[in-house]
């Protein structure tokens, strides 16, 4: 009988690959704890000899609901690894979202952190139809310590026996328009997502990476890349300005992933100005705009470390603003999101699927090895979303002469007022120009006479004091009467959803309650 001869490298075939490249040095660091490669590697392999001890078969279904653990991202590793299927539940998801989530994907398995999570778990293992085994990571008054179990499995060295056909992830939307989406990825679509990152992301030769956003979502794509660099993730399961500041200069963190609401904070951290910061080479940031007023403050007051990423759920990176395209000097730039990631092809085009001129807009569409498969459940919605052979990604855009990238808008989010066209992202821009403002968030509410009217909700700077008309007066002469609001309030915080995305959804809700009231 003839060898069969495996023509693909895996994510598990990788990670196994970098954890016994490095074996004496520390994977992942956390407060109270450390582990290193060689134990990291170990780990993994008794988790998986324990699944295949459960007798669990190819593509079930495993559910992990934890906050930012070593040993949550081991156990997510090792069911790759034995041909199961993950899926992350976010942290900071409602109840309802969680249960959606595990009952669309049909999740016979439930990982649950006991430690953070002891009372949604339990809500999960009693609420959830097709759980058919609850796992726990520390002790419970439910399920079974998965801790405990994995060590009297015994020693067992891991092996990475996923198909490039096996389902590898299903990763939910964030649902801001309706219900989440399950992406589907298959193991040869993820195989080439760690190089790509390498490849496009100025990340440190020996990343010493500070991991405080969920590692169920963007912030752990970047743990591959660290250890293939055999570098140190030092992990932390919530965002405290003062807690980050620290951690940067006692572990001497030189890479980061922030979003741009985490950046705000630090920026308004009165202890920024003694922080020690020297060590910092790249803060990655991403998920929504960032104001270029605040990203310039950035640059002046932390250093010349910011590179902005643009991806989605559906697909991983697409474009990359390197941090020597961060420059005050070309302040255009801060408004866009960079060139292209290698191995992504970008074009923008328009309603019927042509591609638009140079610096015309469209919809950003994507082709990339790195796209999701479909849509769990729901062919619909996945012909829609890459009719043509193109990923439609929603985002609204332009490509100037140069190759540069700019996001004007979700196509949901872009406001018809008077018969013009007008993209929030220009409106937050103009008002984030003052130096009273903190934060913004534009919006369109429904107007018998504009279609809609441009709406603002603005976050103010400690101490301040400007006047809304004043502000409104301001993007009136930058950008013209059809884009002033004709609204604007000041509130104490922009309402975020669970991957730190300002929640527009929910402030239309708050100051449009019908057609002719508005509430504030």
């Not at 007798?55 to 079930?60: A, Q, V």
């Not at 070309?330 to 191995?343: D, I, R, V």
């Not at 439609?392 to 018809?416: E, N, P």
Request: overall charge neutral; glycine content about 10%; hydrophobic content about 40%.
């Amino acid at each position: 009988m003839s060898a069969t001869i495996r023509l693909f490298a895996s994510l598990c075939d990788q990670t196994l690959t970098a954890l016994g490249r490095y074996p004496s040095r520390t994977a992942f660091v956390w407060s109270g704890g450390a582990l290193t490669y060689r134990g990291t590697y170990e780990l993994i392999g008794r988790m998986q000899h324990l699944f295949f001890r459960l007798g669990l078969k190819p593509g079930t279904r495993v559910a992990l609901l934890s906050a930012n653990r070593a040993d949550a991202w081991c156990a997510a590793v090792a069911a790759q690894c034995a041909r199961l299927s993950t899926l992350w539940l976010h942290p900071m998801a409602s109840l309802q979202d969680h249960l959606f989530q595990v009952e669309d994907a049909e999740a016979e398995i439930l990982i649950v952190d006991a430690a953070t999570f002891r009372e949604r778990g339990g809500q999960l293992a009693a609420a959830s139809s097709c759980t058919k085994a609850v796992l726990t990571l520390g002790p419970a008054d439910y399920g079974r310590n998965l801790l405990d179990l994995a060590e009297d499995a015994g020693q067992s060295s891991p092996r990475a026996l996923a198909e490039p056909g096996d389902i590898a992830t299903i990763n939910y939307t964030g649902g801001t328009t309706g219900k989440a989406k399950g992406a589907v990825r298959k193991h040869a679509n993820m195989g080439g997502y760690a190089s790509s990152i390498l490849a496009n992301f100025e990340i440190p030769e020996r990343p010493r990476y500070l991991a405080v956003g969920p590692i169920s979502h963007v912030t752990g794509s970047n743990i591959l890349p660290t250890l293939i660099r055999g570098g140190t993730v030092y992990l932390q399961s919530r965002f405290e300005p003062p807690m980050v500041l620290d951690a940067i200069a006692r572990e001497h963190i030189n890479f980061a992933l922030l979003v741009p609401t985490m950046i705000y904070r630090l920026l308004d951290e009165p202890a920024l100005e003694r922080a020690a910061l020297k060590s910092l080479e790249l803060v990655l940031y991403g998920a929504s705009a960032m104001s270029p007023a605040r990203l310039t403050e950035c640059l002046e007051r932390v250093g010349p470390v910011f590179s902005q990423l643009y991806g989605q759920t559906e697909c991983y990176p697409i474009s990359v603003l390197r941090r020597g395209d961060h420059d005050p000097l070309k302040p255009e730039l801060l408004s866009s999101c960079g060139f292209p990631a290698t191995g992504c092809q970008v074009r923008i085009l328009d309603e019927v699927g042509h591609e638009v001129d140079t610096g015309q807009e469209g919809e950003i569409c994507v082709r990339s090895p790195g796209v999701l498969l479909e849509y769990w459940k729901q062919p619909d919605l996945t012909a829609e979303a890459l009719k043509g052979g193109w990923l439609h990604t929603g985002d609204v855009g332009r490509i100037d002469d140069r190759g540069y990238m700019f996001i004007l808008d979700r196509k949901k989010d872009m406001i018809v007022s008077g018969g013009f066209n007008i993209f929030s992202r220009e409106v937050e821009d103009a008002l984030g120009e003052h130096p009273d403002v903190a934060r913004v968030a534009v919006f369109g509410i429904p107007d018998e006479r504009w279609g809609e009217s441009v709406t603002a909700a603005v976050v103010l700077r400690d101490g301040a004091d400007v006047q809304a008309e004043d502000l409104i007066a301001r993007v009136k002469a930058r950008k013209g009467s059809a884009h002033a609001p004709k609204q604007l309030y000041f509130v104490q915080e922009l309402p975020l959803t669970a991957v730190g995305k300002v929640d527009k959804k929910q402030l239309r809700a708050k100051f449009w309650s019908g057609r002719d009231r508005m509430v504030g």
